[in-house]
């Protein structure tokens, strides 16, 4: 079992900077990707940006430029900076590791409140 522990989720004003991180612990014996999805109330949870185990990124075009996905692999632990943030990006934000690109075994964090507010 692997357990993700995320941290950072906070109330952010319009603009700000926020720094969200996920700690993987527990039976890991492979890591192809982890990165972090969103939900909004009422609405489907997306992703936000993902690395892969040799740093290749990938990035929602809503957030392009404004985040930075990185990773510590000896700790396996993965970063979300997230800047200029505005009310869309209000959301619980979800830490994910996969283990592998096909069939993979797919891991959830609890989540962190993400609250972008004036």
């Known amino acids: 079992q692997v357990q993700l522990a995320e941290s950072g989720g906070d109330l952010v004003q319009p603009g700000g900077s926020l720094r969200l991180s996920c700690a993987a612990s527990?039976?890991?014996?492979?890591?192809?990707?982890m990165g972090w999805y969103r939900q909004a109330p009422g609405k489907q949870r997306e992703l936000v940006a993902t690395i892969t185990r040799t740093g290749t990124t990938n990035y929602a075009d809503s957030v392009k430029g404004r985040f930075t996905i990185s990773r510590d692999g000896a700790k396996n632990t993965v970063f979300l900076q997230m800047n200029s943030l505005n009310a869309e990006d209000t959301a619980v934000y979800y830490c994910?590791?996969?283990?592998?690109?096909?069939?993979?075994?797919?891991?959830w964090g609890q989540g962190t409140q993400v609250t972008v507010s004036s």
């Open positions: 994910n590791l996969k283990t592998s690109r096909i069939s993979p075994e797919n891991y």
């Open positions: 527990g039976s890991i014996f492979s890591i192809y990707t």
